[in-house]
């Protein structure tokens, strides 16, 4: 089983910065990728970035730029989300993922709020 447990969320005004972090723990095997999603009210789930155990990693287009994921060098299952200029439309929960060979796990998501 595995545990995903987030922090760093909160509220920022637009042009700042958040910092969330991930640690994932727990029995992982057969590991692809680890990273964020988020979930604006009413809309669907989303991909925003994701860092896979060879280093490659995924933005969504809407972040490009502003959003960088990258990891603990010690630590397998650690993943950073650095966010800057960020905007009101990046208001949403934020969720870690991390997918195996074998399907998802999610964690419980930690809110970002960015006012105008």
């Known amino acids: 089983q595995v545990q995903l447990v987030e922090s760093g969320g909160g509220l920022a005004q637009a042009g700042g910065s958040l910092r969330l972090s991930c640690v994932g723990s727990g029995t992982i095997k057969d590991f692809k990728v680890m990273g964020w999603y988020r979930q604006a009210p009413g809309k669907q789930r989303e991909l925003v970035a994701e860092l896979a155990a060879g280093g490659v990693t995924n933005y969504a287009d809407s972040v490009k730029g502003r959003f960088t994921i990258s990891r603990e060098s010690t630590k397998k299952y650690v993943r950073y989300l650095q966010m800057n200029s960020l905007k009101p439309e990046d208001t949403a929960i934020y969720y870690c993922?991390?997918?195996?060979?074998?399907?998802?796990?999610w964690g419980k998501g930690t809110p970002v709020t960015v006012s105008s």
């Open positions: 993922n991390l997918r195996t060979q074998w399907g998802d796990s």
